[in-house]
């Protein structure tokens, strides 16, 4: 697995893939989060990165459909599929090389975000003048997101072998656990209690508590739960197609 993981990820940066997606990133949260007059940090007055967190999941919600949009679409259009087969792996082993691989891009275009922490972190009236309880634990809830969205846009990929209808069907999965059971919520049409267990069912909920800096195990095992779900499901898919 470990050697598919490292074939995979090589893959991205040879052939610009990753340099770009890197790229794309953060240039649009150096725009939001510097630039734009209505969410970057220094017209807010106080040190925070909220724009970074509020926004990146957005940004995430098309990055990563598009970085792993070829993870097995790409696999199948080319019947090299069929070469993985006669590898020694298991399904599982092939869909977690596969996982990891596009996860570690995610990650590494999250990275250099880190200099905003240290940038805010300086730039405050009080030096260090910033929540950083809540600024990791916004991280740490960017990470477990991106982990979601890859194990989305794998099972996406691994349900058709177009690659922009792989594309669209992860954007309409990430948005609809992000954001869909948030607004259903809203209608206020349940009991009270009915709505609240409709808003911790999607993304978005936990995503907000986690960012307030209080690690909580409820929190972790969703997401957990949720990257779990979608990976078994991608290899229900692929075991349906009796290699």
């Known amino acids: 697995m470990f050697t ?3 074939k995979e990820l090589s893959t991205y940066f040879s052939s610009l893939i990753g340099y770009i997606a890197i790229l794309i990133f953060l240039v649009l949260m150096g725009l939001f989060v510097w ?14 990165l909220d724009p970074l967190f509020s926004i990146a999941p957005w ?16 696999e199948f ?15 599982l082993q092939v869909i977690l090389g596969k996982y990891f691989a596009a996860w570690c891009l995610v990650l590494f275009a999250l990275l250099p975000t880190l200099l905003y922490y240290v940038t805010i972190y300086q730039l405050g009236a009080t030096p260090g003048n910033i929540d950083s309880g809540a600024t990791w634990g916004s991280y740490l809830g ?3 997101l991106s982990a979601v969205f890859v194990a989305i846009g794998i099972f996406a990929s691994s349900m058709t072998q177009n690659q922009i209808v792989a594309f669209l069907l ?10 869909a059971f948030d607004y259903l919520s809203r209608l206020n049409v349940f009991y009270a209690w009915i709505d609240d267990i409709v808003e911790n069912i999607g993304i978005n909920a936990h995503y907000l508590s ?22 078994a499901l991608t290899h229900t898919v692929i075991g349906s197609r009796k290699w």
């Open 35 to 48: 630039i734009f007059p209505d969410t970057n940090v220094l017209s807010y007055g106080y040190a925070s």
């Open 210 to 231: 986690i960012s307030r800096g209080v690690i909580d195990t409820r929190d972790v095992l969703y997401f957990a739960s949720l990257t779990g779900a979608f990976i």
């Open 142 to 144: 960017l990470v477990m």
């Open 59 to 74: 940004v995430f919600m098309f990055l990563v459909p598009a970085i792993t949009m070829r993870a097995f679409s790409e």
């Open 77 to 91: 259009k080319n019947g090299t599929i069929e070469f993985l087969a006669t590898r020694p792996l298991t399904d």
């Open 4 to 6: 598919l993981f490292k």
């Open 170 to 179: 992860a954007v309409f999965l990430c948005f609809f656990f992000y954001m």
